[in-house]
T-cell receptor, first 116, second 114 residues
């Protein structure tokens, strides 16, 4: 089955700097790669996702890149702010056939601390 | 819409007790799933359902049962609680096939088994 590894486990940056979190996956058939942000005591919330037919996607200060050949994808946060401090999870899944469900396999998470 | 709701928010059980964690969504989502979250391990899939009457196992199904009699509800049953089941449990749902793949999570249930 799918296995997702995430690095680093903790990341501290100064406010305004960039942060990069990397994930690798094992199943070359996986075609959907979301990133979730989880604040302390809260539910995970989707911040950005990418499908396998796209190499890069941006949404304001957040971007995700995907390298299907190497089976890795990364989250990039620019101009970090204190409110970006949270735990970030990457995940991978195979979204078809639908009858098999969208079974996300998560990485272990990265604790991001933005120091002001 | 209330989105995905879960009850209870907190629960303490003794070893061997059984209970049901409730999950409901009012968005007409076909796909629903249960995850458990343990420190340092991310979220792991317990069971999932692609529609009413259809359920299947995820990564860590042992000790848990599910059923899906309606589109809205997807309860998770702990048959005989064990300390290893101490965790935070999240229910999630996804819109119907072909729309988006985002999973919407409920607020979670924090379970402690003593």
């Amino acid at each position: 089955g799918e296995n997702v590894e995430q690095h680093p486990s903790t990341l501290s940056v100064q406010e305004g700097d960039s942060a990069v979190i990397k994930c690798t996956y094992s199943d070359s058939a996986s075609n959907y790669f979301p990133w979730y942000k989880q604040e302390l005591g809260k539910r995970p919330q989707l911040i950005i996702d990418i499908r396998s037919n796209v190499g890069e996607k941006k949404d304001q200060r957040i971007a995700v890149t995907l390298n299907k050949t190497a089976k890795h994808f990364s989250l990039h946060i620019t101009e970090t702010q204190p409110e970006d401090s949270a735990v970030y999870f990457c995940a991978a899944s195979l979204t078809f056939p639908w009858e098999y469900g969208n079974k996300l396999v998560f990485g272990a998470g990265t604790i991001l601390r933005v120091k002001s | 819409n209330a989105g995905v709701t879960q009850t209870p928010k907190f629960q303490v059980l003794k070893t061997g007790q059984s209970m049901t964690l409730q999950c409901a969504q009012d968005m007409n989502h076909e796909y629903m799933s249960w995850y458990r979250q343990d420190p340092g391990m991310g979220l792991r899939l317990i069971h999932y359902s692609v529609g009413a009457g259809i359920t299947d196992q995820g990564e860590v199904p042992n000790g848990y049962n599910v059923s899906r009699s309606t589109t809205e509800d997807f309860p998770l049953r702990l048959l005989s609680a064990a300390p290893s089941q101490t965790s935070v449990y999240f229910c999630a749902s996804t819109p119907p096939k072909g729309q988006v793949y985002e999973q919407y999570f409920g607020p979670g249930t924090r379970l402690t088994v003593t």
